[in-house]
Nanobody, 115 residues
Framework: QVQLVESGGGLVQAGGSLRLSCAASESIFSFIAMGWYRQAPGKQRELAATITSGGSTNYQDSVKGRFTISSDNAKNTVYLQMNSLKPEDTAVYYC?????????WGQGTQVTVSS
């Protein structure tokens, strides 16, 4: 069973930065893609950023230019560097890994941005 463990969430003031980490229990080369979703209170879960095994990245429009997704294959870890944070970025952030038609989810990490 694949395990994804997120860390790095917390409370930060608007304009600040956080870096989220997602450590996988298996080689991230085995996944077609990995990424980060987020879910704000009362809202649906939405995609924030993805990275493929080939290194291609994709971002939701609202985070482009502020968030950067990256991976460290040696550590089996994917990161989400979040800069210029806004109160509307407040959400639970979930790591996801896709292997063919199977999606694996982490338990989530809370990010709270105060105004």
């Amino acid at each position: 069973q694949v395990q994804l463990v997120e860390s790095g969430g917390g409370l930060v003031q608007a304009g600040g930065s956080l870096r989220l980490s997602c450590a996988a229990s298996e080689s991230i080369f085995s996944f077609i893609a990995m990424g980060w979703y987020r879910q704000a209170p009362g809202k649906q879960r939405e995609l924030a950023a993805t990275i493929t095994s080939g290194g291609s990245t994709n971002y939701q429009d609202s985070v482009k230019g502020r968030f950067t997704i990256s991976s460290d294959n040696a550590k089996n870890t994917v990161y989400l560097q979040m800069n210029s944070l806004k109160p509307e970025d407040t959400a639970v952030y979930y790591c996801i890994a896709r292997r063919w038609d199977i999606h694996y989810w982490g338990q989530g990490t809370q990010v709270t941005v105060s105004s």
